[in-house]
Structure formats: C-alpha cells, structure tokens
C-alpha cells in the first residue's frame, strides 16, 4: 500500500515515472493550467504565454487520444499594469466543456506543447486540502510526531521539554510594565512557523520585534468546519487522538486551544508567546533542539487574540456532542480576558505595528465575544462605535476586520443600521477585488504582494466567498464570487505566471511542479546531513521535464518536504530588503514582476521572505480549498440567520 493512502490520496503511479508524456508533445511551460485539475461543472481556462493557435486540444493522458478540443481563445494582451504583476502576453483558452471525469493534459498542436496532465473529478480538491490540515501535525510541539504515514516526517522524540518549566524571556515591558509569573507550564500548541517559536499575539516587547500567526489558523480551521462540518469526520487524518468523538479538524485546533488556555494567567492577562534566545542555532529535528527559550510579557494584540480564538472555539464545541464542558472552560477564558483588559483597552497601541493596528484586533474580539454571547452588550456597544467598519478606503482589508463583519452580520441582537453598513462595505471590497483582476483571474491590489502574498490572496479569496455566502456583494452575484474565489485557487495550483504549484510535495496527489524547498527548519535544514539527504529537494524517483526550475536549486532527496505546506509566495519586499539571487529578480539585480519574485529555494539571500510556511498559510489554504472540495454546487446557499 502507498504510504499515502491514509490520508486519502490518489496516487497516479504513470505520473510519477515521468510516462504520462510518451507519445505526446513536450512540457515546457506555456501552458498554465491548475495542475490538480477540476470539478467537472467548473469553468475550465487555461493561460498560455506563447499564441496558441486556432485550436488546443484535450487528450486523454493515458492513451493520448484525442477527447475534446476548443477554439475559444482570447487574446488578452500583455500585462500593461504599474508596477507590472507579470509582464507576461496572455491568451486564454476555454475548455469549459470538457465535464468527463478522467485525467488529461491540453495539447497545442501549433506550439507542438503539452500542458501537465490533470484530472477531472468532484474529489480533486481533497487531497491537498487534506494534507494542508495534516501539515498541522508536524507543527506540533512537546509531544511524539510518529503519525506521518508511512514513517518518513516523523520526529519520535517530544521536543522542547523544557516548556514545561518555562520563565520568563525578560523582565518586563509596555503596554504592563515588569509582569513575572515564575516558572509556568506552557507545553503544547503549535510551532509557528520555519522556527520553534510559539506565538499568540504580537508586539515589540523586550526590544525584540514579534510578527506571527495571530489567531490567524484557528480562525481558518473553525471557520470552515462550522460552514461544511461534513467534509471533516473523526478518521481524516490518522492523529494520535483520531477516532474520537471530535473531527480530526477540531482535534488539531484543540492542540493549540489547549496550549492558549495554559497562556491566560489567573489575573486575565495572557502571554505574547514563548520566545527563542538566537534563531540562527536551531536543530533539525525539533527533538535535538536546545536552544533557549522563555516566555513573553502579555501584550494588547495576545490578549485580544485570545479572546477572539477562545469565544470562537466556545461556540463551536458548545455545538458538539460531549464538549459542553471544554466549550465552558473556552468560554469562561474569554470573558476573563475580554471583562478585565481587552474591553478596557486602548484603540492605539505604541507597541502594535503600523500595518497591524490593535483596534482590528479589537474588533475581531469584540464580534466573537458577542456572536458567542448576544448578553454581552459592551462587545456590541463597541464595534457599533467603531469606525474601522466606515473608514475612508471604502473597503475592509481581508483579515481580522473582515472577520469582525463576518460575525456581527450573522449575530443575533446586532444593530440593524451597523450590519447594513458593514453589507455595502463589504460590498465594496468584492468589487475592488473584481476591479484589480489580472490576466491571470486572481488579481488583487499591489501592496498584498508583501509578505505573506499567498495568504493574503487565500484570504481574499475566501472573504469573497463568504461576501458570496452573506449576499453582500455589490455590483455581482454570490455566484460570480464564488467562482471568482476558485479563480484564486486555481493560481495555487498552477494558473500564475510561474507556472508553480505552491504547495510542497504534490506529486502523490498528481500535481507536479511543486515545491521541494521549503524554509523551516525541520525539513530545510542544510547543517543536518540526514534531513538534507531527506527532505530537501526532488526525490530522485519523481520525474518533472522542468525541474530544476533554476539550474543551480538542483538538490535531489529521498522523500522530500511533507505535503501541503504553502510558502510565503512572491513579494516585492525580496527586493527592498536586499535579496540578490536570481531569479526572483533579474540580472542587476532589478526589481522583478510582483508575482514572479518567488523561487523554490531556502538558501543563500533572503529565501525566508518568499519560501517559509508555517500554521497561518497551510491553515488558509486548508479553508479555502474546502470550499471547493465536493460537487460543484448549483448556487451559494445564503447562511442561516444572516443580517440583512
């Protein structure tokens, strides 16, 4: 049995003996199409970066014979915007009408070029929704990770014992001042992200400068439970605590809500996170690390965090056959912290970042606490008085605003004038996402190629499909939105100017060009000759026509990274911050295309900003595939109880 299998992959052995291109014209790279495939009522558009010609055939990709062809293609042009996104000329192809289950590759007989082959299924998305959500596992800390299947991610020793008896990292900052707490139990949750570090809030405590997931995967994975809570049963993902009563989902959020519960302090307050000494000494695996650690000061953004994730997660499990009690501890937690700091808080911090103000988060709290309980008319009180939701821009930015709107719209008591006003702005933001689509279909603003790119882009993409959901879409149809949002989707698995798949380790689930590279410090870490041999780079059985995608990224391994990490993705800031390698930018170095700054590396300059993956991007990709992971829907079914 293929070592995959409990997970529920496919796994297409004629894939990965590179046998799928026998009889048929080369891969090389213009035809950009989601690698995974498609549901077979999907609009089905592919994007060449070479003309086409007058038709483009379907073949079947085990026989190669000829099932379909198209000739409905548009030239689109070349990417005119400033600063320009790709720089690319694009023709779209149309070949909506294929619908056959099967597995197949387009086919330009005037280019004489074949696409990667793909399938055609209700399934398809399942499998690396699946393996985003187990990627959650390898993250965990103080615990045995023995369950990857098959043996190979695994790390059979606890790591990072000494979080048991964990003091603190200094003595003491603002928003509190000097807060020791003595040596506290604080084992458990989550890694963060490429390090060991483990996060709830962040700030610029110590004089050390936090960012971090911020609630963000706990948010995802609740969320899209409690919008298709059949799509995850208690056997999903072969955990040590699967076959319970709790969906395999909840039992990784419960990993780090348990974690959080142990951060809040008697007096309310709650840590910012459990901090790393020297970030350049980490060992691969997280068992051999010893690298010093203590906890941070509770800050603003922690303790508004955790108020949101702990009210969040009480109504979930208040909804689930035996957890009552763990939804009243969950509940009790969050009304702690929200009665005797967070609703007492400023709107400003001078410890928050710019980009990141406090109020948002804030905000974010405040819905949850008074989605979870409608008496607790301070919460709504607050976020009626708020002006995030009527600024100036005109939009709520995706992220904790967003899910503010979110929540108020679907709560009961909410005030009618409030929630009319959050509709028309969220209203605003599905039509200026629509207004910044490029030719690529997954178009956003150019500031949201920082950072984090993909999780931002997976963010907007789910809020437009939540905007779907609630029917607050502006100028356009929830049915526009949603098949807008599996726009975005398809740029993941393929349909981007790269040609990437931007995920790790796909090839088990019949997607290839992936990522074989990917910065943390478990599978990345060069100094450790076993996870090198391992994990970093292609294995040496899995056959890709264009790999190395730079001749010098070149590393073959044994296994490679664990499947469904999502990295960072391309961003402008390689360049602002002084990376050199090219590509992502070109010979100067210059400035790259926004979304072609990216490459499948994690050595030399700069690889963290584009290639680190951590909890908050396998988190946001999980909700957003899931969306999408069963039979194409007829029609968005509008939320129960919804505001108007």
């Not at 098959?150 to 603190?168: E, F, K, R, Y």
């Not at 950072?451 to 149809?477: C, I, M, P, V």
């Not at 990522?515 to 294995?539: Q, T």
Request: glycine share 10%; hydrophobic share 35%.
């Amino acid at each position: 049995m293929d070592r995959y299998s409990p997970w529920g992959f496919v796994v297409f052995a004629l894939l990965a003996s590179g046998g799928s291109w026998a009889g048929t014209s080369p891969v090389k790279g213009d035809i950009k199409t989601d690698h995974f495939g498609y549901r077979p009522g999907d609009t089905k558009i592919a994007c060449f970066t070479a003309d086409p010609g007058k038709q483009v055939e379907v073949r079947d990709a085990r026989t190669n014979t000829l099932v379909f062809s198209t000739g409905t293609i548009t030239d689109k042009g070349t990417d005119a915007s400033t600063p320009p996104m790709s720089g690319d000329h694009v023709w779209w192809v149309d070949f909506s009408g294929l619908t056959r289950p099967g597995t197949y590759r387009l086919h330009s007989p005037s280019l004489a070029e074949s696409s990667y082959d793909f399938r055609v299924s209700d399934s398809v998305y399942q499998g690396p929704m699946t393996a985003s959500l187990k990627c959650l596992y390898y993250q965990r800390c103080g615990t045995p990770k023995t369950k990857a299947s098959g043996g190979v991610w695994n790390d059979p020793i606890p790591c990072h014992l000494t979080d048991a008896a964990c003091t603190a990292f200094c003595s003491g900052a603002p928003p509190y001042g000097d807060m020791h707490y003595g040596t506290l139990d604080l084992s458990g949750g989550w890694h963060d992200a490429g390090d060991y570090e483990k996060k709830i809030g962040a700030g610029k405590a110590c004089g050390v400068e936090e960012t971090g997931d911020n609630g963000d995967a706990l948010w995802y994975l609740l969320t899209a439970y409690e919008l298709n809570p059949g799509l995850f049963p208690p056997h999903q993902l072969d955990l040590p605590e699967s076959g319970g009563n709790l969906p395999d989902l909840l039992n990784q959020a419960k990993w780090e809500l348990d974690w959080y519960l142990k951060m809040q302090r008697p007096d309310g307050h709650v840590l910012e996170g459990v901090h790393v000494a020297n970030l350049g000494t980490l060992a691969s695996p997280p068992s051999a690390d010893t690298t010093a650690r203590g906890y941070m000061p509770p800050c603003y953004e922690s303790e508004a965090v955790f108020v949101a994730a702990c009210a969040h997660a009480a109504r979930v499990f208040a909804s689930l056959p035996g957890s009552a009690a763990y939804a009243g501890t969950l509940k009790r937690a969050a009304l702690r912290t929200w009665n005797a700091w967070v609703l007492k808080s400023p709107d400003l911090d001078p410890q928050a970042y710019s980009w990141m103000p406090y109020k948002s988060f804030k905000l974010w709290a405040a819905s949850e606490v008074f989605r979870m309980d409608p008496s607790q008319g301070a919460a709504r009180d607050y976020i009626d008085h708020s002006t995030d939701w009527d600024s100036a821009q005109g939009q709520p930015p995706p992220g904790y605003v967003g899910w503010a709107y979110f929540n108020y719209l679907q709560s009961p008591g909410a005030t009618v004038s409030v929630t009319q006003a959050m509709g028309h702005a969220l209203g605003r933001f599905a039509d200026d996402l629509f207004a910044h689509d490029d030719l690529y279909r997954s178009g956003m603003v150019d500031w949201m190629y920082s950072w984090g790119s993909n999780q931002h882009k997976a963010d907007a993409a789910f809020e437009l499909y939540l905007a779907g959901r609630l029917g607050t879409t502006g100028s356009h149809t929830p049915a526009q939105c949603l098949s807008h949002a599996e726009d975005f989707l398809h740029y993941f698995h393929g349909l981007n100017p790269l040609n990437m798949v931007y995920l790790t380790n796909t090839e088990s689930m019949g997607a290839k060009h992936c990522l074989w590279h990917v910065f943390l410090v478990w599978f990345g870490s060069y100094s450790n000759p076993e996870c090198r041999s391992k994990f970093i780079g292609k294995p040496a059985s899995v056959a890709d026509p264009l790999y190395p995608y730079v001749p010098t990224d070149n590393e073959t391994s044994i296994d490679g990274p664990p499947p469904g990490y999502m990295p960072c993705g391309p961003t402008y800031q390689y360049f602002q911050l002084g990376g050199k390698d090219v590509p992502p930018n070109d010979p100067g170095p210059v400035q790259a295309p926004y979304a072609k700054a990216y490459r499948d590396y994690n050595q030399g300059s700069q690889p963290w900003i584009v290639n680190e993956a951590g909890i908050s991007t396998a988190a946001v990709y999980m909700a957003l595939a899931s969306v999408f992971s069963g039979p194409t829907p007829a029609g968005i079914a509008p939320i129960p109880g919804k505001k108007p």
